[in-house]
């Protein structure tokens, strides 16, 4: 397996601008978590899915935010408009019903908005 | 809400030497994962703990949960330059299915010859 994909790997973009993060589970991993690494706040939940449902999307910080699943292999992260302080890492991960193997993050997104 | 505490925040350690990282963490749970993470890549599983006293070992680590004492160890023994990284605890829900992970602050770890 490929492991969880997430594009792009890098994405700079100017304040006001809608950015677009995408992400692709392991195949058969039915949970799918989006979360933002940044120093000052370390690494913090935005929302998850199971089957494709948002379950808790309590981490989202604004109504920016936007996160969906259309399908059990494929989710975005949308921030519209962007701003500064939104620069961050933004992993995706997957994991089975039971995680009882962990947790498998992407390679992450790094965001820059100037 | 749940608290997970690591400490230290950053470790300085010679070449074969050992040394402890803690997490503690503040609700009921009996999942707690263990990540490594080098500069500017991803997250890399290192261990799943499943239950009171479950320990696992890989190499020169060495993960325990002691679910009582919402305390996990990670012990490295003999530490040499390839484990300089930063290492976070996870712990995860009560429920026996995936829930959010709560993380800790990790842990900066640099092994000097």
């Known amino acids: 397996d490929a492991g969880v994909i997430q594009s792009p790997r890098h994405e700079v973009t100017e304040m006001g601008q809608e950015v677009t993060l995408r992400c692709k589970p392991i195949s058969g991993h039915d949970y799918l978590f989006w979360y933002r690494q940044t120093m000052m706040r370390g690494l913090e939940l935005l929302i998850y899915f199971n089957n494709n449902v948002p379950i808790d999307d309590s981490g989202m910080p604004e109504d920016r935010f936007s996160a969906k699943m259309p399908n059990a292999s494929f989710s975005t992260l949308k921030i519209q408009p962007s701003e500064p302080r939104d620069s961050a890492v933004y992993f995706c991960?997957?994991?089975?019903?039971?995680?009882?193997?962990?947790?498998?993050f992407g390679s992450g997104t790094r965001l820059t908005v100037v | 809400e749940l608290k997970v505490e690591q400490n230290p925040l950053f470790l300085s350690m010679q070449e074969g030497k050992n040394y402890t990282i803690y997490c503690n963490y503040s609700?009921?749970?009996?999942?707690l994962y263990w990540y490594r993470q080098d500069p500017g890549k991803s997250l890399e599983s290192l261990f799943v703990l499943l239950s009171n006293g479950a320990v696992k070992q890989e190499g020169r680590l060495m993960a325990s949960l002691d679910t009582k004492a919402r305390l996990s160890t990670l012990h490295i023994t003999a530490a040499v330059h390839d484990l300089s990284a930063t290492y976070f605890c996870a712990v995860g829900g009560n429920t026996g299915t995936a829930s959010k992970l709560t993380f800790g602050t990790g842990t900066r770890l640099q092994v000097t010859l």
């Open positions: 991960a997957s994991s089975t019903t039971t995680a009882n193997y962990g947790y498998t």
């Open positions: 609700t009921t749970s009996d999942r």
